[in-house]
């Protein structure tokens, strides 16, 4: 017979704060987390959690692991190494302040960012920076 795992029944504080992550969560991926963990205080098995959620069966029991362990933090993603961005934070105030003067004239933009501060960097990633603000 299948061995059944729940995590233990949660405080009122712990389902208020499982709550609001599912619900209000910056990232999917702890929206995701924090829903499973409330399917298991309610009593779905891993198996029932991994066909309600669509992943596989071995993250659901890595979060439920992860939660009793550090609780919320066990839930939320922990910074990665990745390349260094190529702008920093007063380039994206620059960028803003350029788009203000020259609105929808990306090239001419690129050109006069690229001019002033020496950074040569591509349309789209000229448009992935004005977007995130």
Do not use: C
């Not at 939320?76 to 620059?94: A, C, F, M, W, Y």
């Amino acid at each position: 017979m299948a061995r059944r795992r729940f995590v233990a029944p949660l405080t009122e504080a712990e389902q208020q704060t499982l709550t609001s992550a599912y619900h209000h969560g910056e990232k999917r991926a702890l929206r995701r987390r924090a829903h499973a963990i409330l399917l298991s205080d309610q009593g779905h098995t891993i198996n029932q959690i991994s066909e309600i959620l669509q992943v596989r069966r071995d993250a659901v029991s890595r979060w439920l692991k992860q939660w009793e362990a550090s609780g919320i933090d066990g839930l939320i993603d922990k910074p990665r190494s990745g390349r260094t961005p190529v702008l920093d934070e007063n380039d994206h105030q620059r960028l803003q302040e350029l788009v203000a003067e020259q609105p929808h004239q990306i090239r001419s933009l690129q050109a006069r960012f690229e001019e002033e501060t020496g950074k040569s960097v591509s349309r789209v990633t000229l448009r992935r920076a004005l977007k995130k603000k």
